[in-house]
């Protein structure tokens, strides 16, 4: 079984940024892509940003250019850093691997942008 777990959330100013971090633990077979998803209260969950094996990369239209996923070489580590930040970018944000037998998720990063 994969476990999943996100640190880095926090609360920030508008404008600022954070650096989300997502480990994956656990026997992981046929890896094929890590995601970032956000849900904010009364909204469906959404993929924010996606990575796969070779390293093809998605954003969503409301965070690219401010917002950029990584992963750290062949390891099952990434990041999200986002940066000008806005009120509206406010959620939980989920990491989630899915691989050939697995789609694990983590419990989440609550991240508040507020004055």
């Known amino acids: 079984q994969v476990q999943v777990e996100e640190s880095g959330g926090g609360l920030v100013q508008p404008g600022g940024s954070l650096r989300l971090s997502c480990t994956a633990s656990?026997?992981?077979?046929?890896?094929?892509?890590m995601n970032w998803f956000r849900q904010a209260p009364g909204t469906q969950r959404e993929l924010v940003a996606s990575i796969d094996t070779h390293g093809r990369i998605k954003y969503l239209d409301a965070v690219r250019g401010r917002f950029t996923i990584s992963r750290v070489g062949a390891k099952n580590l990434i990041y999200l850093h986002m940066g000008l930040l806005k009120p509206e970018d406010t959620a939980i944000y989920f990491c989630n691997f899915v691989s050939a037998y697995d789609n694990a998720w983590g419990q989440g990063t609550q991240v508040t942008v507020s004055s």
């Open positions: 656990g026997n992981i077979f046929g890896l094929r892509e």
